[in-house]
Every structure is written in structure tokens, then in C-alpha cells.
């Protein structure tokens, strides 16, 4: 935990000042500590340089919770790989209409606060520093944040915690930029957890987010169907299934054949089109990830981030821009796939 990091902290719970008492010490680091409360005296933990704000010990919350940081216990590194980030890089560009690298820094370049609302293991984070006149405050509720913070603790004007999106230790029209992708859908309520989010939009800000998309019917009542099991099952269960799920994909991916549907069939949420075998099974009946650049243990991972977390909602376009609209947002980008619907909207 950087220094400078205390002097935008506040208390998550009562939101009054906070005070920093300091363990350990390295350079302009603060590794071991605890924060404190000056009003309500509650008491935050800082290990190993993150500042630990979650206090939600309700069972659904940790159990979501739990779930990713199992993920990314043993996926972190996948995920890390410069494939993996190019690849999620190009399509986060293409998602949110900046299509280039450049088009996207320039409209950093005039954010001085940003929230990355979810950072995961902190790719994100590294690809929202591009400008070094502003903070990035990366946050993740699960472990994953310790991954983040080995990766790209060391960059200068990046500060990572461990804290609730929900319950978030800053002032309110504080951040000028918020991104929160493949995230808000798994808290408890997708929609109200955006409008808290809002409330931290200072006048002129934007926010952009990506939430899951309602797939065809018959691949929902199966989703629903394989995680009212999933959810309940261990890791090691939950593993396991997302293994053969992620065998089951490549084997549909192998057979590299493609099928001709003549019609639009609206009963069943498919449109007319050539598709490869393995995506149009994906899309419309069944989730069976398999990545492109044929790694076995990303899909695995893909596959697990689906099936175990608690809560993992859908959402139609028109329940999203309604967000938007009752948030007093505009939008100025809205896309949709079948995975999700991307959004940026301006206070």
C-alpha cells in the first residue's frame, strides 16, 4: 500500500476520517498495518501491502467470493500471459467503441481518478495507468487482489485494495472514470450496486460496464439448471465439472465443421446464419468454453468462473440502458453480444 494512498481513504462503513498505524515499512510502502476509524472506531487490516476493507460475512457473498479467489489461486498466471491480455485488450477496445490503443489513452489522458471496480488479478489496472498524472484505484473483494498486487504493485500511480464495490472506502464525486467489467453481475443485485457506483461520479464522469447478456432460452433454463447444482458443490467438485465442460468444448471445437440455419427460429433464440458447431452449442444450449490458443487450464478457468460463483445474473439491453436512465446517465457507447452488453455513460 502506497503512502498517498491514505490521504484519499475513508472509513467504508461510517465514511469519516481515517487514521494509518504502521507495522512494517518499506521505502514508501506500507506493507503491514491497520487502518482505523477516527468516528466509529472500526478497524481494517493491512497485509502484505493491501489494505483489507470487506466486512460482508453474509454466506452467498462469500461463497461468490470464494469461488473466484479459488480461481484465481490457481489461474492467475494464464491469465497473465501476454496472449491472454492482448486478447482481452482488443476485445475490450472493440467492446467499448475506442478500437485502438490510442483513441482509448487519450481519453485517459483527461481522468485524473479512476476506479477499477473488480481488477481481478490487475490487467485491467495496468491497461487503465497509461496516463501517470492520475490514480488508479484497483479493488477486488476476492484474493485475487494479492495476485494483482505481486504482478503490478510496483507501478507508481496504481494503489490496490481489498474491498467490497458495494462498501467502497472513498468520498463520494470522487473518481472521474469508473470500470467495472464482468463484475457487477456478480454481486447480489446487479442493478443497485451500478447505482452505488454512480454516487461516486463526479459531475462530467463516465462509466463504463459489461454485464452478462441473456443468452437463448434453452441455454438458460440450463444454466440454471447445471448451477443450482454447481454452486454447491467444493472446489474440487466445481473443478472437476469445469474440466469436462472445457474436454467437451474441445472436442466440439475439433471437429471444425460448420452448420447452415436457413431461418431465423425465434422459440428458440437463434438466428439464421453459418455457424462453427462448437459456438452455435455454446451460445444456445450449453456453456462448454474452450480457448482458441488451445489452453487447457485457461478454459478450465473460464469454465469454473461460471459455474461456481453464487451469484452470476443475466441482463437485457432494455434492463441496462433503464439503469442508465434512472441514474440520470447518458450513454455515449452501448454495444451487445451474445457474452454481454458494454456500456459507457457520462453524469
Given at each position: 500500500m502506497k503512502q498517498k494512498l491514505i490521504d484519499f481513504l475513508v472509513c467504508p462503513t461510517c465514511r469519516h476520517s481515517i487514521n494509518v498505524k504502521i507495522k512494517k515499512k518499506?521505502?514508501?510502502?506500507?506493507?503491514?498495518?491497520?487502518?482505523?476509524?477516527?468516528?466509529?472506531?472500526?478497524?481494517?487490516?493491512?497485509?502484505?501491502?493491501?489494505?483489507?476493507?470487506?466486512?460482508?460475512?453474509?454466506?452467498?457473498?462469500?461463497?461468490?467470493?470464494?469461488?473466484?479467489?479459488?480461481?484465481?489461486?490457481k489461474h492467475h498466471k494464464n491469465h497473465q500471459e501476454k496472449d491472454w491480455v492482448d486478447?482481452?485488450?482488443?476485445?475490450?477496445?472493440?467492446?467499448?467503441?475506442?478500437?485502438?490503443?490510442?483513441?482509448?489513452?487519450?481519453?485517459?489522458?483527461?481522468?485524473?481518478?479512476?476506479?477499477?471496480?473488480?481488477?481481478?488479478?490487475?490487467?485491467?489496472?495496468?491497461?487503465?495507468?497509461?496516463?501517470?498524472?492520475?490514480?488508479?484505484?484497483?479493488?477486488?473483494?476476492?484474493?485475487?487482489?494479492?495476485?494483482?498486487?505481486?504482478?503490478?504493485?510496483?507501478?507508481?500511480?496504481?494503489?490496490?485494495?481489498?474491498?467490497?464495490?458495494?462498501?467502497?472506502?472513498?468520498?463520494?464525486s470522487f473518481f472521474d472514470y469508473i470500470y467495472s467489467d464482468q463484475?457487477?453481475?456478480?454481486?447480489?443485485?446487479?442493478?443497485?450496486s451500478f447505482k452505488y457506483l454512480v454516487k461516486f461520479l463526479t459531475k462530467l464522469g463516465h462509466i463504463s460496464i459489461y454485464v452478462y447478456n441473456k443468452k437463448a432460452p434453452v441455454r438458460e433454463y440450463v444454466d440454471d439448471y447445471?448451477?443450482?447444482?454447481?454452486?454447491?458443490?467444493?472446489?474440487?467438485?466445481?473443478?472437476?465439472f469445469s474440466k469436462d465442460m472445457a474436454y467437451l468444448g474441445k472436442s466440439l471445437s475439433q471437429l471444425k465443421k460448420k452448420i447452415k440455419i436457413p431461418h431465423d427460429i425465434p422459440l428458440l433464440g437463434v438466428k439464421a446464419g453459418e455457424y462453427d458447431v462448437q459456438?452455435?452449442?455454446?451460445?444456445?444450449?450449453?456453456?462448454?468454453?474452450?480457448?482458441?490458443?488451445?489452453?487447457?487450464?485457461r478454459s478450465v478457468g473460464v469454465n469454473f468462473d461460471w459455474y461456481s460463483p453464487k451469484f452470476a445474473f443475466r441482463h437485457t439491453p432494455k434492463e441496462v440502458k433503464t439503469w442508465f436512465k434512472e441514474s440520470?446517465?447518458?450513454?455515449?457507447?452501448?454495444?451487445?453480444?451474445?457474452?454481454?452488453?458494454?456500456?459507457?455513460?457520462?453524469?
Open positions: 518499506i521505502h514508501e510502502e506500507i506493507i503491514e498495518g491497520s487502518i482505523i476509524c477516527d468516528h466509529c472506531k472500526d478497524n481494517f487490516k493491512i497485509t502484505n501491502g493491501i489494505p483489507r476493507f470487506v466486512v460482508d460475512k453474509t454466506k452467498d457473498f462469500v461463497k461468490t467470493e470464494a469461488a473466484f479467489s479459488s480461481k484465481w489461486q486478447f482481452q485488450r482488443k476485445w475490450f477496445l472493440d467492446r467499448y467503441g475506442w478500437k485502438t490503443v490510442k483513441n482509448f489513452n487519450k481519453f485517459l489522458n483527461t481522468k485524473t481518478t479512476i476506479l477499477d471496480a473488480g481488477t481481478g488479478i490487475g490487467n485491467s489496472a495496468k491497461f487503465l495507468s497509461a496516463n501517470k498524472d492520475a490514480h488508479v484505484f484497483a479493488l477486488d473483494a476476492s484474493d485475487s487482489v494479492d495476485f494483482a498486487y505481486k504482478k503490478y504493485g510496483k507501478l507508481s500511480n496504481v494503489h490496490f485494495l481489498q474491498a467490497d464495490l458495494r462498501q467502497l472506502p472513498f468520498k463520494k463484475v457487477l453481475h456478480h454481486t447480489k443485485n446487479t442493478g443497485t447445471i448451477r443450482n447444482k454447481t454452486v454447491k458443490m467444493s472446489v474440487e467438485e466445481c473443478t472437476k459456438r452455435f452449442i455454446y451460445w444456445h444450449f450449453l456453456k462448454c468454453f474452450w480457448d482458441e490458443s488451445d489452453n487447457f487450464e440520470k446517465l447518458k450513454i455515449t457507447n452501448f454495444k451487445e453480444i451474445e457474452s454481454g452488453i458494454s456500456v459507457t455513460g457520462q453524469k
